[in-house]
């Protein structure tokens, strides 16, 4: 645990930043070898000023170490014992020297010890190195064994590399004492040991960064190597603009990222013209300041961000499977935080030279300040975000707010250096403050999280009994499953599609004219199981009690009343039961004997070693992904979208190429509208339940009426599945199908749009929850307890998908069109019914004739259909998270009436904000 902790501290930092540099240039260049020499000449150019300090610190050791040792000589043999070390500690004191300074001599080695552990575990182990031809190298994921002598590889490239080495050494230790040479000697061969069996790429990465070694030391050789230097990279970069600017086939965003770029390579000359310019002599360094800056950024990209994520929704982040506390996640983050900024951060800052600490301080300055606009106004709005920290929609931008952001990043950058230049100790107070407001805050939300994790850790026991529904062959069973999100508008198309659903959804009647009473679970699902006393015009009428009370009453309405009238009741993943997303099932402790479980999460989708290797990968994503969206969110606009990388956030080892990758990774990047690498979390948990239901469904010979109410997330969970069988697979390929099927999509002369993301992968998991159903239904069918179950399949809420362009002003009607069909007993056939129908119509569809004239047990209400009659008002509202909108009634929205047929929009009238 400590080792890993100091490795996060000290390691991670490089790797990251070396995966980040390569993932980019591979996804810009698409070659492995040549990204390689990207990475090795952005690193050696990165790094060069620290080991030219380096080499500035061996030579005053070397020097005064050369002064000193006529007279340390003679010391030495005019002396003995105590005598002779006071006599040294003596002269060591009048030549202002330490002993300890003689590690001067071993800087260079000591820094290229954690940059040689960071590349060879990540270039060691890339998976997207692996068959990838460069040149003469057949494989960079191996070895090279360019030929063999009987059994045993010579591999050419360490050799290669060990030599160059011993070339650059003795140009370099040129009229330096014995113990530096053989230091330089010496590292060679340890290297040669250490890589001869690496793999090719580690290798060839290696003996680059020893070419650029041999090179600096010639160039140094050279009069004014810096002129020279800082000449050839302004033309290279004047060159690269000139081109960035003239490509057409780049975007807007990419001539400015590689504009940017092209600016950057002249920087070394104009930073030549900083260290002449008299002006820039005046700015004092200011390490408290550089120090502030630093830790700020640390605790705003290690703790704040993270914590923020994981505190609004903490039960997100604990697999039920194998539960780990999600503090350990803000843990991570502030490891790789603070050794990105306050450790590697201060390493550059110690090794420069007056001048550029100054530089350093106003530059830390002004990232504080760019990253906190960046962080609160803009990119604010970029939708939901699962547990894998992938937006539901890859998140772009207009140009309008590239512009605008780019603007305010430049007035920044402008006003921020001359705040530094006149007040700079209210600089540092504003850092100090900072610092303390931000720790506060993280503490804050480090605490909720560690509170949802305590409290499931109480309430939750992995091991106890798994779930079990009971179904009997000669009762009646009735079955009320909740498909969260599930659209009702896609269910003649799905059927379309695949028409033996008609055969397996025999007896369903499917109700097209459903609304639902708001576009998210908090609004729409307590009237879906609780009746029409829990709409949200009612929920905010009965303002006396909290909604969290109201919510928890709506989910034991039907299960009460089940249970009085003699039915056996099992209840599995009641939406927000205690508002919580772990659903608390402690609201039904009144009802002993109710068989309640959460299920989500707790079957595996893999078998049990790729399960392992799963719950494994989630930990490392989430500890890398927590830092990077942090990068994401308080860098400039421009960048987002870069760093975001479609959720993979520039992770090398899920390769956007379907023939590479992982074998098993949590996250789905997308390559168009028909590719995909990669499964979706939250989708496995979920419809591997779905999967398993002909597992856990208790079927007996008994008399007994059985209840179940169930909720499911899998239609709510979309992701790019692999057609015409709709499963989840890491490597999607749907072209093929969606060109000779392009026409599924056109029924009775209305065509669905499926032009977007969202539109193709929430149809495909609709799809496969009925897919599934289906499969379930079949098994009913075969032990003889289909007809005697009335089955009730119903949604609360449906999506802004845009593929009807049901309007009303700029409000997508379709989030309030959820899925209704029910199966009644010994029913045959599928009919489509035209009748309005509203998902607060569930439980008095689920109690018909078996519960004669049902009463809400709560509110004494008499539970019916008659509510629905006339205009029916519903709600709008983005605040969907249950820990803000948590009062006795609904934070103010919009509010819609609508009569009639919900597919017309001349039904729907604005009625307005409140």
């Known amino acids: 645990m400590i080792l890993s902790m100091i490795y996060t501290f000290i390691i991670s930092p490089l790797e990251l930043l070396f995966e980040i540099i390569f993932t980019i240039a591979n996804r810009i260049i698409g070659n492995a070898g040549l990204s390689i020499i990207f990475l090795s000449l952005a690193v050696n150019f990165l790094v060069l000023p620290l080991y030219k300090r380096a080499d500035e610190l061996q030579a005053e050791e070397r020097d005064i170490q050369a002064k000193m040792a006529s007279r340390i000589k003679q010391i030495k043999s005019t002396f003995k014992g105590d005598e002779r070390f006071l006599m040294l500690q003596e002269y060591y004191r009048i030549n202002h020297y330490k002993p300890i300074y003689a590690l001067k001599s071993s800087v260079s080695l000591l820094l290229q010890i954690p940059f040689f552990i960071a590349a060879y575990n990540l270039l060691s182990g890339m998976q997207s190195l692996q068959g990838m031809k460069f040149g003469i190298i057949a494989d960079l994921g191996q070895e090279d064994a360019m030929f063999m002598i009987g059994s045993f590889p010579v591999n050419v490239l360490p050799i290669l590399m060990t030599l160059i080495n011993i070339i650059s050494g003795i140009i370099y230790t040129k009229g330096h004492p014995l113990k530096a040479k053989i230091q330089v000697y010496g590292l060679a061969a340890v290297f040669l040991v250490l890589l001869y069996h690496s793999p090719a790429g580690l290798v060839f990465y290696w003996l680059l960064n020893n070419v650029f070694s041999l090179v600096k030391n010639i160039f140094y050789k050279l009069k004014d190597p810096r002129k020279v230097l800082s000449i050839v990279l302004a033309i290279a970069g004047a060159a690269a603009l000139v081109f960035t600017i003239a490509d057409p086939a780049l975007d807007i965003r990419q001539k400015v990222l590689l504009a940017a770029g092209s600016i950057l390579l002249a920087l070394p000359l104009a930073m030549r013209f900083i260290k002449k310019n008299p002006a820039a002599k005046a700015s004092s360094k200011d390490k408290t300041v550089f120090f502030a800056g630093a830790v700020l950024m640390a605790f705003i990209t290690g703790l704040l961000i993270p914590s923020t994520v994981i505190s609004a929704s903490p039960a997100e982040f604990i697999d039920v499977m194998s539960p780990y506390n999600p503090v350990l996640y803000i843990i991570n983050s502030m490891l790789l935080s603070f050794g990105s900024w306050v450790l590697w951060g201060g390493v550059f800052y110690f090794f420069m030279s007056d001048s550029m600490k100054s530089v350093f301080c106003k530059g830390i300055w002004i990232i504080c300040g760019v990253s906190i606009i960046d962080f609160l106004l803009f990119g604010t709005k970029l939708g939901n975000m699962s547990s894998t920290l992938q937006y539901d929609l890859t998140p772009s931008f207009s140009i309008a707010e590239y512009a605008i952001n780019t603007l305010a990043v430049i007035a920044a950058a402008v006003i921020l250096p001359l705040i530094y230049n006149k007040f700079p100790k209210i600089a540092r107070t504003v850092l100090v403050v900072g610092i303390l407001t931000v720790m506060g805050i ?206 993979l956030y520039n992770d090398s080892s899920a390769s956007s190429d379907s023939t590479k990758g992982a074998n098993v990774s949590v996250v789905q990047h997308m390559d168009g509208l028909t590719k995909s690498t990669g499964y979706r979390k939250f989708f496995l948990e979920s419809y591997t339940v779905l999967k398993k239901l002909p597992e856990i469904t208790s079927i007996s010979d ?92 119903v949604a609360d809420h449906g999506r802004e998908l845009g593929q009807f362009n049901i309007m009303c002003g700029d409000q997508d009607l379709e989030c309030f069109m959820p899925l209704l069909m029910v199966k009644d007993f010994d029913a045959t056939g599928f009919t489509v019914s035209e009748d309005f129908m509203t998902n607060g119509d569930t439980p008095a569809l689920a109690t018909s004739g078996l519960i004669n004239d049902p009463v809400n047990p709560f509110t004494g209400n008499p539970i019916n259909q008659e509510a629905k009659n006339g205009p029916q008002t519903v709600f709008f509202s983005n605040e969907i998270d249950v820990d803000v909108n948590n009062g006795n009634t609904f934070l103010p929205g919009s509010w819609y009436s609508v009569e009639g047929d919900p597919h017309d929009p001349e039904n729907w009238e604005h009625l307005g904000e409140w």
């Open 442 to 647: 993280g503490a804050y939300n480090s605490a909720q999280v560690l509170r949802t994790y305590l409290w499931y850790q109480q309430s939750s026991d992995p091991s106890s009994e798994m779930p079990s529904i009971p179904l009997s062959k000669n009762g009646k069973n009735v079955v009320v499953l909740m498909l969260d999100r599930a659209m009702g508008t896609e269910v003649p198309y799905i059927f379309n599609e695949r028409p033996e659903l008609l055969e397996q959804f025999d007896g369903f009647t499917y109700y097209k004219n459903t609304i639902s009473y708001g576009p998210y679970t908090n609004f729409g699902a307590p009237v879906l199981y609780g009746g029409y006393d829990y709409t949200p015009v009612n929920m905010n009428t009965r303002d006396g009690m909290s909604l969290e009370e109201k919510t928890n009453e709506a989910l034991k309405v039907m299960p009460d009343l089940f249970y009085n009238n003699g039915f056996s009741v099992t209840i599995c993943d009641p939406t927000y039961a205690g508002y919580k997303t772990i659903p608390d099932l402690s609201i039904y402790k009144d009802y002993p004997t109710f068989h309640c479980y959460n299920t989500m999460g707790r079957f595996n989708y893999f078998e049990d070693d790729a399960s392992a290797e799963l719950s494994s990968e989630i930990n490392t994503l989430r500890n890398r992904n927590f830092f990077c969206l942090a990068l994401m969110r308080v860098s400039p606009v421009i960048l987002q979208e870069t760093i975001y990388d479609g959720g």
């Open 702 to 793: 008994s008399s007994e009426n059985t209840f179940l109410m169930m909720s499911n997330d899998t239609t709510h969970s979309p992701c790019l599945l692999q057609e015409p069988d709709y499963v989840p697979a890491m490597n999607v390929d749907n072209t093929a199908y969606d060109t000779d099927m392009v026409a599924r999509y056109t029924l009775d002369g209305v065509t669905m749009q499926m032009t977007t993301e969202d539109q193709i992968i929430h149809y495909h998991a609709n799809m496969a929850a009925f897919l599934t159903l289906g499969e379930w239904f079949d098994y009913l069918r075969e032990n003889g307890v289909y007809d005697n179950t009335r089955i009730i399949l």
